[in-house]
């Protein structure tokens, strides 16, 4: 066995966190990251666990759904800074382009002509 799923082992009195299970010698043994890399977790120990491979299937589906929504917002607030750069009205269920949008910026350096 790996140092480091012999250390999780060890540290966690050799039971899964995730069911409570004990483990046994023919279980397959995953290391896990508690709150997931792509989640800004960190690769140290504190933020590793070792899993069932079942049990960490089923917490990496639920990890993958936060990802989701952290890379499903991410992609909103770009969007949403698009759409703020151009003056725009819909019609008919269609957004139509007007023009840029002027900012306060650009006027007060002088940049805004009529």
Known sequence: MPNRKA?????????????????????????????????????????????????????????L??????????FLEKLSQFWKKFDWEWINDIPNFIGHAVRKSDMTNGQHTE
């Open 7 to 63: 250390k999780l082992l060890k540290l966690q009195k050799g039971k899964c966190p995730w069911c409570g299970l004990s483990f046994q010698e023919w279980d397959v043994l995953e290391v896990d990251h508690i709150i997931p890399r792509a989640l800004s977790g960190k690769d140290e120990y504190k933020n590793l666990q070792l899993l069932h491979r079942h049990c960490h299937d089923e917490k990496t589906a639920i990890d």
């Open 65 to 74: 759904k936060e990802i989701q929504k952290k890379n499903h917002s991410k």
